[in-house]
């Protein structure tokens, strides 16, 4: 996909700069539009007052985490961005790497972190080293490229890749804050969620909150991507309604979308008016890490999800039994799902290998692979069912 901006079409008006608006690139025009880096004290209580959630898909409040920390720690933005469809954290980190590394000093001085870590994807290793070399305060920062592959941007293979240079998650038992990059406390934290922190510590909580829903303050990046006919990354306020925020793309149609990316789920037509929020917000849709694929009418749900599934299975650690085992058998009967075999009892064993691998990896690979696909057979169920009486209904 494109990565251009859709600025000129966001759906929101914002009286001071947020991610998608501001500086440019360089350090001069940064420090020019919002001036050099407040000495911010109190800079964890200000984040809880802000309401920030993690914005790398899990939506964690990003206040008890820096809370966790305990001195001497790392602090890693974590720019991996593994998931195909997404591209607002290589948008931020070559349009906006000041941002991110603002937010990186600040939780660092607030934390009292004493190591500093940058990991992003091939694509962003030039703009990042870019702005690392052009400041004096982030002399500290390693930049760190990963490799590209789907679990490469889960917590525990970014801190992989920086003991062995093998961006793979690990089994840990014990909390990364606790016990994380060689042994010492480690803060994994989405290069948006720290872009956030560096507009907090400047303006603060209640500017953040100005905008967006009380249960879903300030505003999130979006990927947009699929049957639309203006690709690219958008910022909305939280809780903006889906319709409002793939209108900005101009989708050709609407049949589904994907929200929240391959780990995410489907909705059809009839969710366009609910709200993209954190799941706590009444009638929200996870917005995730904020991936909207549109998939219009002349596209089938059904052999979307199959492909994915496959993609999914294959992108696996190749570590835990649901990974081994269950994913590859997943994607077998998705793929028959999709290409119409005629069986009964084909919907009820989805149904049985879903709870086979549900919840019983190392990490969340086999979850979220269980999630999109649950919510296929959901919205797509008239499909499944036409599929089954050999018509496919996206191909009338
Ligand atoms: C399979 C998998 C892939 C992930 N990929 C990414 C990624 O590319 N970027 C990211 O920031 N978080 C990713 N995460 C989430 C991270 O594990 C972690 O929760 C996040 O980086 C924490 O930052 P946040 O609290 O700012 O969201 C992934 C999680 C899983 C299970
Ligand atoms: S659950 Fe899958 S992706 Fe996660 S660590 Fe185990 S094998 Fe790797």
């Given at each position: 996909?494109?990565?251009a901006?859709t600025?000129?079409?966001r759906?929101?008006?914002l009286d001071?700069?947020?991610?998608?608006?501001?500086?440019?690139?360089?350090?001069d025009?940064?420090?020019?539009t919002?001036?050099?880096?407040p000495?911010?004290?109190?800079?964890i209580?200000?984040?809880?007052r802000?309401?920030?959630?993690?914005?790398?898909?899990?939506?964690?409040p990003?206040?008890?985490k820096l809370?966790a920390?305990?001195?001497?720690g790392?602090?890693?933005?974590?720019?991996?961005?593994?998931e195909?469809l997404?591209?607002?954290?290589?948008w931020?980190l070559r349009q906006r790497?000041?941002l991110?590394?603002?937010?990186?000093?600040?939780?660092?001085?607030a934390t009292d972190?004493?190591q500093?870590?940058?990991?992003?994807?091939?694509?962003?290793?030039?703009?990042?080293?870019?702005?690392?070399?052009?400041?004096r305060d982030?002399?500290g920062?390693?930049?760190?490229?990963t490799q590209?592959?789907?679990?490469s941007?889960?917590?525990s293979?970014?801190?992989?890749?920086l003991?062995?240079?093998d961006?793979?998650?690990?089994d840990?038992?014990?909390r990364?804050t606790?016990?994380g990059l060689?042994?010492?406390?480690?803060?994994?934290?989405?290069?948006?969620?720290?872009a956030?922190i560096?507009?907090?510590?400047?303006?603060?909580?209640?500017?953040?909150r100005?905008?967006g829903?009380?249960?879903?303050p300030?505003?999130?990046l979006?990927?947009i991507?699929?049957?639309?006919?203006?690709?690219?990354?958008?910022e909305?306020?939280?809780?903006?309604?889906?319709?409002?925020?793939?209108?900005v793309?101009?989708?050709?149609?609407?049949a589904?979308v994907l929200?929240?990316?391959?780990?995410g789920?489907?909705?059809g037509?009839?969710?366009?008016?609910?709200p993209l929020a954190?799941?706590?917000m009444?009638g929200?849709?996870?917005a995730?890490a904020?991936?909207l694929?549109v998939?219009?009418?002349?596209?089938?749900?059904v052999r979307?999800?199959a492909?994915?599934a496959?993609?999914?299975a294959?992108?696996s650690?190749?570590q835990?039994g649901?990974?081994v085992?269950?994913?590859?058998?997943?994607?077998?009967?998705v793929?028959?799902?999709a290409?119409g075999?005629?069986n009964?009892?084909?919907?009820g064993?989805v149904?049985?290998?879903?709870?086979?691998?549900?919840?019983r990896g190392?990490c969340?690979?086999?979850d979220?692979?269980?999630?999109?696909?649950r919510s296929?057979?959901?919205t797509?169920?008239?499909d499944?069912?036409?599929?089954r009486?050999?018509h496919c209904?996206?191909a009338r």
């Amino acid at each position: 996909m494109t990565t251009a901006p859709t600025t000129d079409r966001r759906p929101i008006a914002l009286d001071f700069p947020r991610l998608l608006t501001g500086s440019g690139p360089g350090y001069d025009e940064h420090l020019r539009t919002l001036g050099p880096l407040p000495d911010h004290r109190g800079l964890i209580e200000e984040v809880e007052r802000s309401g920030l959630t993690g914005r790398g898909g899990a939506g964690f409040p990003t206040a008890r985490k820096l809370s966790a920390m305990t001195p001497r720690g790392v602090v890693i933005a974590n720019g991996s961005e593994g998931e195909p469809l997404s591209a607002k954290d290589e948008w931020l980190l070559r349009q906006r790497p000041h941002l991110v590394i603002d937010g990186m000093l600040a939780t660092a001085r607030a934390t009292d972190a004493k190591q500093l870590h940058l990991v992003v994807g091939p694509a962003s290793e030039a703009a990042a080293r870019q702005a690392v070399g052009e400041r004096r305060d982030a002399r500290g920062i390693e930049v760190t490229v990963t490799q590209e592959r789907f679990v490469s941007g889960e917590a525990s293979a970014v801190v992989h890749l920086l003991t062995s240079g093998d961006a793979l998650p690990t089994d840990h038992t014990v909390r990364l804050t606790t016990r994380g990059l060689r042994r010492k406390p480690t803060l994994v934290q989405n290069v948006e969620t720290l872009a956030h922190i560096g507009v907090i510590a400047r303006f603060g909580a209640a500017a953040f909150r100005s905008v967006g829903h009380p249960a879903d303050p300030g505003t999130r990046l979006f990927s947009i991507t699929g049957d639309v006919q203006h690709p690219g990354v958008t910022e909305a306020e939280g809780g903006t309604p889906l319709r409002s925020v793939i209108g900005v793309a101009s989708p050709r149609s609407v049949a589904g979308v994907l929200v929240g990316g391959y780990h995410g789920t489907w909705v059809g037509r009839e969710a366009l008016e609910r709200p993209l929020a954190l799941p706590t917000m009444p009638g929200a849709i996870p917005a995730g890490a904020g991936i909207l694929m549109v998939i219009g009418e002349g596209t089938c749900g059904v052999r979307t999800t199959a492909e994915i599934a496959e993609y999914l299975a294959a992108e696996s650690a190749g570590q835990c039994g649901p990974c081994v085992n269950g994913l590859p058998a997943l994607a077998e009967l998705v793929a028959r799902l999709a290409h119409g075999d005629r069986n009964h009892g084909l919907v009820g064993e989805v149904e049985r290998m879903l709870t086979l691998v549900d919840g019983r990896g190392a990490c969340h690979h086999p979850d979220g692979t269980a999630r999109i696909v649950r919510s296929a057979m959901r919205t797509f169920a008239a499909d499944i069912e036409a599929h089954r009486h050999g018509h496919c209904l996206a191909a009338r």
